[in-house]
């Protein structure tokens, strides 16, 4: 490998040295390998425009047949979305474009990441998409629902937070009457 030659003859580092760096820096080489790994797995996909980002909501953003597309890496055994907090499926929902989960353990797959969120994030989520979209009608018609009120009544906070940060007045005029 020529980096490791490089770090050998030009900084004088010996084997141990080598090993301990590698070793420390374990999970970021994974993290980069994984995140090639996902840009060549899209590229054969026939996206195009692919390039890493590091934002808190997505890794990789590409472009598909006109449409932009938001990609999470995400290379855990674990459900793909369960670590996504209530904050960035909120975050999520405010995207120009569709968010995909590449899961690539055991082996790659491309999933949209509305459809496999839990039910109560899944809520959130269309809460948050309706609101950024201004499509009020149908936020009135969605929060009829008993069931997505009290999951969104849980969210009480992020939905103030969301809000408010990125100026949603319209999910906050129609949630703050049942919220505490």
Known sequence: MDLIRELKSEYGFD???INYALSRARGIIFGFAMEYRARRILQEMNFENIKSVDMPTHDIEAEKNGIKYY?????????PTREYSAYKVAMI???????????????????????????????????FKLAYMKQSEELKVFLENEKNRE??????????????????????????????
């Open 15 to 17: 084997e141990d040295e």
């Open 151 to 180: 999951v969104l009544d849980s969210y009480s906070n992020v939905i103030r937070t969301i809000s408010n940060r990125y100026h949603l007045p319209i999910a906050l005029d129609l949630v703050n009457p049942f919220s505490s």
């Open 71 to 79: 990609v999470e890496v995400k290379a855990s055994k674990k459900s």
């Open 93 to 127: 929902a405010l995207l120009d474009g569709v968010h995909l989960t590449l899961s690539m353990i055991p082996k790659p797959n491309l999933l949209l990441t509305e459809e496999i969120l839990s039910e109560p994030k899944r809520i959130l989520y269309r809460f």
